[in-house]
């Protein structure tokens, strides 16, 4: 599942996977399923979207200052990433996270992104802590933001509610202004 969104974000967003009714059957990441609702929604509100739904290609969704993709690129068994699937795809967010400019900021949606972005920045998980709405800065300078990951269980349960969303994305707001 290729990325979607700018060449040169200020903003690169990590997800776990594609979703099995969602980018996997779409072909763009957080499309045509909950999780994107939540996002796209908030993307729209900060500026980061032309459009707060994203339903389809071709449905005019564009991206500004923003980039989003996956740890893993393909719908993994039972819809939920295994480490060996995470380890496999690392090399090619390696790759992703070298594209944006060094005052970018990187939001991980879970403790599975999270942890797939120090691997591939080889740091060890016990520096950098998961937890939402935790800022890490890496040791390249940009800053690594945790949120709980946007999916129907999430939001259903209050895990994550779209207060506690914002709140994430106000605080990488104020990051990026300070750039």
């Known amino acids: 599942m290729p990325a979607f969104g ?3 974000p200020r903003l690169l967003i990590v997800g776990l996977a594609p979703g099995m009714h969602g980018a996997n059957r779409t072909g763009r990441p957080f ?3 909950y999780a994107g609702i939540l996002l796209y929604e908030t993307l729209h509100r ?8 994203a339903v389809a290609l071709g449905d005019g969704l564009e991206l500004r200052a923003c980039r989003i993709t996956n740890a893993v690129k393909c719908l993994p068994p039972a819809n939920k990433p295994q480490p060996d699937e995470v380890r496999r795809c690392n090399d090619h967010l390696k790759r992703e996270l070298e594209q944006p400019p060094a005052a970018a900021a990187i939001l991980t949606l879970g403790a599975i992104a999270h942890q797939a972005v120090l691997m591939a920045f080889g740091l060890r998980r016990a520096d950098y802590t998961f937890a939402h709405g935790a800022c890490h800065t890496l040791p390249d300078g940009r800053a690594l933001f945790d949120s709980y990951h946007c999916s129907r269980y999430n939001t259903q349960t209050r895990r994550l509610t779209d207060q506690m969303f914002r709140d994430v994305f106000e605080a990488i707001g104020k990051y990026l202004n300070k750039r």
């Open 6 to 8: 700018a060449d040169e």
């Open 31 to 33: 499309t045509g399923d």
């Open 46 to 53: 900060y500026g980061y979207a032309n459009r707060a739904d």
